[in-house]
């Protein structure tokens, strides 16, 4: 049974990175016989200057046809000025919304050959290890209504809502209590239940949730205090799970926690495990194009792909192990470069991990 | 010519270490001959405990009549159960918002002598000295429509409102960009301008205002990137913007670089001038009554009131000057303590503030 791959590079560095990610994604389709198909399309900023659209029905179709997507990046100051509706991160939440991506898995893990990378004592980060799972299909970054309108005063009124129901609360927090169950059995929910009602109903739901997973313990944090928290003993946390905008803003600061964003890789899977995998970062316009950006973030996701979506562990396994090895001898992107390390370009990083495989 | 200042212990730790700032703020009285009156009232769980209201209208009538405030801090889990409408956050809320309170200005500063309890890498923090400026009386903490409402499926849905006007946005820019003139010239608005319209207002609001301030360079951020650079770099910010909720979030992020949130004062300020000055840590149920708690976030914050609402710099400098030599004489609360400090109680803290004055 041969199964899709839809690969959407994207914008800025997102070509560079998937190419390589590529790479290693057919060589480890022979070695391991997994009969996948590789197609690709246009998304974001790409797409909006071959067909005028962040996200053309070609490329939704292709999407909704695949059995997983390996995203590069989306977005860079070319399209900033564009209104909203049609800038290159439309094409990327018309992607997470039109496939149902609510369930968005974001680990922050300090790998030991990094260490020093972090802006944090090691004492502190040593062996970080955490799991945010972030709802990404629902909460203020899709509520109506939303705008800009004319008061009767005549100035103007900017305006979104951040909106939730039982169901999207509830089923985020399966997807996230069964996280824990297979970790660390410790979930932590972030909410900001003492001012927003949205947040109220979600400690409420998550509560009522915990009846159904009495082996893992479940705490609740206000959003202010875990943003403190991460910074002062990340630690503590084993799975974290909170609403869309929390979740970006949280996953992105405990991935900075590791010092190495370019290493870290993330899945957005909807009830049926169809997934989307995409690096961590950007699309860091500042060098694409200059064959430095680290590829080890889509590669991970690619291993995250096949474990999720694919269901071939011994595939992915392969992968991180590859990308282990090469992190052993010392090869290192620009960005995670150290004292010890050998400076390699994207395409030496990419070819080191398939001669490692 | 005689000026009231407001005592507001609230909750928790709240009257141990206001107790410490009045006696602090009855010396610099006599010292400097600064004709303060000092009154006090119930706000919070207190004021729920004994009134039924966590903003009595005696509170909020003197709250007015007051030329500044100090507050200590509010909530706890004894009243964490109550409905949102009458929790204690609401007696904050409530002052902030009938006292036009709409600027909070919330410094980050590394303490020289306290350098070594940043969990972050003495190069990444030494010298820190950020200012955030935090929209407080807008935003989704008081955006209408907000509620948990039945939906016809049967099923219940919470939402809050995320709403700025123009007006809103130019006077809290106005105070940022004249923060950034008294400092290090240098702006950065923190915005989800790639998502969110309301946000694409702000973004606008803060671009006409450059002009008016040529003398001050001004940077946009999405509240993610703001995120993991506060954690990444934080030296590269002199003043931030920002609404409401990410005020919160960051502000709470960046206090914790320092590692010393028990030393972090913060002003909200209204269009006169006048001010509410508090802690930047919350009520720490956890450590009340132990006498533990550290003093000095809410004696410093009785010196910014000195200098922000009653003009009076030379005392406010005293204050400062004496912290800084109790700090050099290796006194530590339990929460700044170190292997060379020497262990004080929230009294001996104050006690050697007062000594030094
Ligand atoms: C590009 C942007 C729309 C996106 C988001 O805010 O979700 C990004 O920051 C992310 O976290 O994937
Ligand atoms: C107590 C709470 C309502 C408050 C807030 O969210 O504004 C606090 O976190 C703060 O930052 O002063």
Redesign the interface.
């Known amino acids: 049974m041969s199964r899709n791959v839809l690969l959407l590079p994207g914008d800025g560095i997102g070509p560079e990175i998937v190419t390589e990610a590529e790479k290693v994604l057919r060589k480890v389709n022979d070695k391991f016989s997994l009969n996948l198909n590789f197609e690709s399309a246009l998304v974001g900023g790409a797409a909006i200057d071959e067909h005028d659209t962040p996200l053309p029905d070609e490329t939704l179709a292709k999407a909704k046809a695949a059995d997983a997507i390996i995203l590069g990046a989306v ?1 860079g100051p070319k399209w900033d000025s564009r209104p ?1 509706a049609s ?1 290159p ?1 439309k094409g990327l ?1 018309g992607l997470r919304s039109q496939l149902g991506l609510f369930a968005n898995l974001r680990p922050a893990i300090l790998y030991p050959q990094l260490a020093s990378a972090s ?3 090691p004492e ?1 980060v040593s062996g970080l290890d955490i799991m945010i799972v972030r709802e990404l299909t629902g909460g ?2 899709f ?1 109506q209504p ?3 309108r004319q ?1 009767e005063s005549g ?13 999207e609360i509830r089923r985020i927090g399966r997807v996230a209590f069964e996280a824990a169950q297979q970790r660390g059995k410790k979930l932590c929910s972030v909410d ?1 239940a ?9 400690r409420e739901v998550m509560e009522d949730l915990r009846r159904e997973y009495p082996d893992v313990e479940l705490s609740h944090m206000y ?3 875990a ?7 990340p630690k503590q946390f084993d799975v974290i799970v909170t609403g869309n ?2 979740g ?6 405990a ?3 590791t ?1 190495s ?1 370019g290493m870290l890789p993330s899945a957005s899977l909807n009830s049926e495990k169809q997934g989307m995998y995409e690096p961590c970062h950007g699309s860091a316009p500042d060098i694409a194009g200059q064959g430095i950006a680290n590829p080890l973030a889509t590669i991970f996701s690619a291993a995250m792909m096949l474990r999720y979506s694919l269901n071939e562990e011994a595939a992915a396994d392969a992968i991180e192990t590859a990308v282990s090895k090469v992190l052993d001898q010392g090869l290192r992107t620009a960005d995670i470069m150290s004292a010890e390390g050998r400076k390699v370009s994207t395409r030496e990083m990419g070819e080191a991990v398939l001669a490692a495989l």
């Open positions: 977005g909203m800038r991160e939440l802006s944090l004592k502190v203020i970054y509520g939303r705008g800009v008061l100035e103007r009124q900017g305006y979104n809502t951040y909106a939730y129901t039982e169901s900001k003492n001012v927003l009602e949205v947040t109220v109903l979600w959003v202010d205090n943003a403190m928290q991460l910074v002062r003993a905008m929390f970006d803003i949280l996953s992105d600061e991935a900075m926690l010092g964003i």
